[in-house]
């Protein structure tokens, strides 16, 4: 399988050693049920019995709880696998990000008291410390698992929406404050332009050339950008009710990015035909503010980014940010920051 002309990178779909030997133990152990979820200590055995048949095997697969600082080698943030096909689906924890990719095939995918069906074009963020379970068993299956350091998924991640406030608390809410599904799901289809820089980033983490681990963060967060610009509408977050009248949930929080400095919640209801009472539940339940404190966090983030202009009066940034009193805006101002505005720019400029 070939991820792209533009890289000529092929991925051999045919099953490697390790695969074969536990491809062989799975139809020994029928009986067993290894393609469901299980503990650790009760699969111990299989993962052995392949441990002594096979030259290929990882130890990391003997242990259920992985730390970040033993687990990456080197100096990289980014640790780039196929997934081992025909692996006993055990439960496991690890303390980075994981993002698990699906190229080829379907693969089910165990998160707490979830299962997930994927299919060839999902990519699944998983939050760190969350238990879950792959299970992968089928030879056309492909499936590549990117493991990265969580400071280094949230530069990529969150910096790409760095100007996005509402939906960067939208995103780190869902992904990290969830108890129930810590995890985001895109379903991206034929997008082969994303998939793409899968292809280039697990050709780079191969190799051994200069610059390698700037080169794999600078791909991963342009991954990452793919993603959100072509598939941000659309991601799943299942921790919150995305049926029916939240389907339109982005789309919402976007609509409130882009207008935060004249839109009402009246008009907000108006434009998407939902009363007042379900725009402010849908609004608070997935970014933990109400509907005026996401406006009033988003005036005053950009209050500040516009004060650190000298050339910039304060009235009129309080008029470019929907104040008609500038006033009312450097008493709202000092309430949010502890000082006022003119306090503020002078503080930035030590």
Known sequence: MKFSDQYQYEVNTDLRELEQVLKELWLKNQERSLDKPHDLEYVRDILLQASAKSSNFF??????????????RGELDTEIYQHLRYLPCNWH?????????VIQGNCTNYILEQTLKMSAGDICIIAPDTVHAISAFSDDCVIFNIILRTSTFEAAFFGTLSDNDVLSDFFMRALYRSKTHPYLL??????????NYIGYAYSEFLSNRQYKNRMLNSIITAFFIVLLRNHGDSVIAPDLDMTGSDQNLIYILKYMQ?????ISLKE??????????????IIKSSTGMSFSENIQKLKMNHAARLLGNPDLSISAIAEELGYSDAGNFRQVFKKYYGMTPME????KKI
């Open 59 to 72: 130890p990391t697969i003997l242990s259920n709880t992985l730390e970040e600082d033993l687990f990456f």
């Open 93 to 101: 924890t690890h303390s980075f990000l994981e993002v698990v990719c």
């Open 186 to 195: 895109f379903r991206t289809g034929e997008d082969h332009e994303l998939h």
């Open 258 to 262: 882009e207008h935060y400095a004249t």
């Open 268 to 281: 907000l209801s108006i434009f998407f035909n939902y009363s007042e009472r379900q725009l402010q539940r």
């Open 344 to 347: 503020f720019r002078e503080h």
